[in-house]
Nanobody, 124 residues
Framework: QVQLVESGGGLVQPGGSLRLSCTTS????????IGWFRQAPGKEREGVSC????????YYDNSVSGRFTISRDNAKNTVYLQMNSLKPEDTAVYYC?????????????????WGQGTQVTVSS
């Protein structure tokens, strides 16, 4: 049974940091790209970052580039999203998702397994 479980969300002040974890099971993490998405209230789900499985290449949305860092530890079946210099506009539910292949894709339909999400709230 394929599972992705996010953790590490919470309440943080503007300028603070959080590290999200996506722990996977039921498939070989090394064969799939993993993406992080987020959805704020009243908004569509949007891509935040992604990491390839084949070469470790990473991608970031312009809104988080320079502040967020994605990484993976295949031995621990876990992908991380380090989020620094957080802003109120980063407030959302964050989801990780497994791509159907080894390369990142922008379209949500390219990801066939999703976690349940973890809430990130940036507020003073």
């Amino acid at each position: 049974q394929v599972q992705l479980v996010e953790s590490g969300g919470g309440l943080v002040q503007p300028g603070g940091s959080l590290r999200l974890s996506c722990t996977t099971s039921g498939f070989t993490l090394g064969y799939r790209a993993i993406g992080w998405f987020r959805q704020a209230p009243g908004k569509e789900r949007e891509g935040v970052s992604c990491i390839n499985s084949s070469n470790g290449r990473t991608y970031y949305d312009n809104s988080v580039s320079g502040r967020f860092t994605i990484s993976r530890d295949n031995a621990k079946n876990t992908v991380y999203l380090q989020m620094n210099s957080l802003k109120p506009e980063d407030t959302a539910v964050y989801y990780c998702a497994a791509a159907v292949g080894s390369s990142c894709a922008a379209q949500r339909y390219s990801y066939d397994y999703w976690g349940q999400g973890t809430q990130v709230t940036v507020s003073s």
